[in-house]
């Protein structure tokens, strides 16, 4: 069976002569073929943490930071079909970090929204006429509240 892993590396000193240095790699194990990551503090501790969108399980893993650059917990659940891209934003604006979730092997995109302990819950799938691949967030009108593009290709 194929592994799959997330990898971290944290940045241990910039140099004056403009060089980076990465401290040594710390890799955790992931199910079903990891597509995108997206950080933000999911729990609410001050430290940030990583989403993981798995494609072949259709599967969300989040994975809790301890601030100091180790993730030694996590959490798997489901985000529709094929969850391709992650993009977060407060979409309800209870002061929880949401998520939407771009679904390649359905016409559509999920959003997730985020209790502030490290947990969701499927609002709703969407469905468009066509895949997507690609998403983001932005407030890309007046009215101030958050905004979503997909892509497809």
């Known amino acids: 069976m194929k592994t799959f892993l997330i990898s971290i590396l944290l940045l241990s000193s910039y140099s004056l002569c403009s060089q980076l240095c990465f401290g040594p790699l710390s890799s955790y194990s992931l ?20 989403a993981i969108a798995n494609s072949m399980t259709s599967s969300i893993s989040l994975w809790f930071g301890d601030g100091i650059g180790n993730f030694n917990s996590h959490t798997t659940f489901t985000a529709g079909p094929g969850p391709w891209a ?11 970090m949401d998520l939407a979730v771009s679904n390649v092997n359905a016409a559509g995109y999920t959003i997730l929204i985020g209790n502030g302990n490290g947990g969701f819950s499927l609002v709703n799938f969407y469905t468009l006429n ?16 958050p905004d979503i593009a997909l892509g497809s290709f």
């Not at 199910?31 to 990583?50: E, H, K, V, Y």
């Not at 690609?134 to 009215?143: E, L, M, R």
């Open 31 to 50: 199910g079903g073929n990891p597509a995108s990551i997206c950080t933000d503090d999911f729990n609410g501790d001050g430290a940030l943490d990583l």
């Open 86 to 96: 992650l993009a977060c934003s407060d979409f309800n604006q209870d002061g929880n």
């Open 130 to 145: 066509w895949p997507t691949k690609v998403i983001t967030t932005g407030k890309f009108n007046s009215d101030n509240f």
